[in-house]
């Protein structure tokens, strides 16, 4: 089992930035994804950025531009560097690690999550 922490969350005013960054213990070898998720109050998670082994990443258009997801390998770490924040940003982000046996998913980890809140 793999075991995530989250950290960096806080408070913020709009058009400012934050750093989230996501530590991975435990099983944690031969993690193929890592990535973020968010969830605002009343809200289903919603995906924010993944990042593969290989460095491909994937944005959701909402933060292309704005947010940068990047990843140490040696570290099992992932960070998220997130500018021009807005309201809209707003929401509880959890990091995520996918592991694959060739196309098929085998095990799927969340973090505790870290609150990230931006004041207009």
């Known amino acids: 089992q793999v075991q995530l922490v989250e950290s960096g969350g806080g408070l913020v005013h709009a058009w400012g930035s934050l750093r989230l960054s996501c530590a991975a213990s435990?099983?944690?070898?031969?993690?193929?994804?890592m990535g973020w998720y968010r969830q605002a109050p009343g809200n289903q998670r919603e995906f924010v950025a993944t990042?593969?082994?290989?460095?491909?990443?994937n944005y959701a258009d909402s933060v292309k531009g704005r947010f940068t997801i990047s990843r140490d390998n040696a570290k099992n770490t992932v960070n998220l560097q997130m500018n021009s924040l807005n309201t809209e940003d707003q929401g509880v982000y959890y990091c995520n690690a996918d592991k694959y046996s060739g196309s098929h998913l085998t095990s799927t980890s969340w973090g505790q999550g870290t609150q990230v809140t931006v004041s207009s």
């Open positions: 435990g099983r944690s070898f031969s993690i193929n994804t």
């Open positions: 990042i593969t082994r290989f460095s491909s990443t």
